[in-house]
T-cell receptor, first 119, second 111 residues
Framework: GAVVSQHPSRVICKSGTSVKIECRSLDFQATTMFWYRQFPKQSLMLMATSNEGSKATYEQGVEKDKFLINHASLTLSTLTVTSAHPEDSSFYIC???????????????FGPGTRLTVL | RKEVEQDPGPFNVPEGATVAFNCTYSNSASQSFFWYRQDCRKEPKLLMSVYSSGNEDGRFTAQLNRASQYISLLIRDSKLSDSATYLCVVNRNTGGFKTIFGAGTRLFVKA
């Protein structure tokens, strides 16, 4: 099946620094990618929808100036957590829709996730 | 009320048992339905799509009742390797494509 990669898989940083996470679709072109965050023992929460060539759409309560999303190509979306704080520590997962199926039954493929720890 | 509701469990069952998970969704505009499996500290992986006609994949059977907005997953002859969190997932395309995740049901299968 389709593969989505994420890099880095794990990052530990000091409070106040910025962290960039990359999400790549390896064998298909994804016009839309999604960024999720998952806190321990909780479900995935959609943060934003990343659209190639246009601005990302953020969910309510997600600060667009703090979580910068760039979808520069059909295979790459990046999420930058700016001025990270300990409360931003979480598991960040991206996904990409494989448009091969078409419509609402498109399969979403998830990246392996990035575990961010902010000290 | 959450848009996709699941029994959080955990379900503790012995090997060989049959276990059923339920899920309800509140938005009648929901279009497609899935069960995903998520292992601890890993990303979700698609287990199966759920159709109104029902579908079966080996030991796994999924059912969808659009009238009652209810989705189920049945696992027969549980294996130790089935231990995971099972996520009920719904797609809708109202005001843009969106995927909604249930909080997941935790399953422990014990020898």
């Amino acid at each position: 099946g389709a593969v989505v990669s994420q890099h880095p898989s794990r990052v530990i940083c000091k409070s106040g620094t910025s962290v960039k996470i990359e999400c790549r679709s390896l064998d298909f072109q994804a016009t839309t990618m999604f960024w999720y965050r998952q806190f321990p023992k909780q479900s995935l929460m959609l943060m934003a929808t990343s659209n190639e060539g246009s601005k990302a759409t953020y969910e309510q309560g997600v600060e667009k100036d703090k979580f910068l999303i760039n979808h520069a190509s059909l295979t790459l979306s990046t999420l930058t957590v700016t001025s990270a704080h300990p409360e931003d520590s979480s598991f960040y997962i991206c996904s990409a829709r494989d448009p091969a199926s078409g419509g609402a039954w498109d399969t979403q493929y998830f990246g392996p996730g990035t575990r961010l720890t902010v000290l | 009320r959450k848009e996709v509701e699941q029994d959080p469990g955990p379900f503790n069952v012995p090997e060989g048992a049959t276990v059923a998970f339920n899920c309800t969704y509140s938005n009648s505009a929901s279009q497609s339905f899935f069960w995903y499996r998520q292992d601890c500290r890993k990303e979700p992986k698609l287990l199966m799509s759920v159709y109104s006609s029902g579908n079966e994949d080996g030991r796994f059977t999924a059912q969808l009742n659009r009238a009652s907005q209810y989705i189920s997953l049945l696992i027969r002859d549980s294996k130790l390797s089935d231990s995971a969190t099972y996520l009920c997932v719904v797609n809708r395309n109202t005001g843009g494509f969106k995927t909604i995740f249930g909080a997941g049901t935790r399953l422990f299968v014990k020898a």
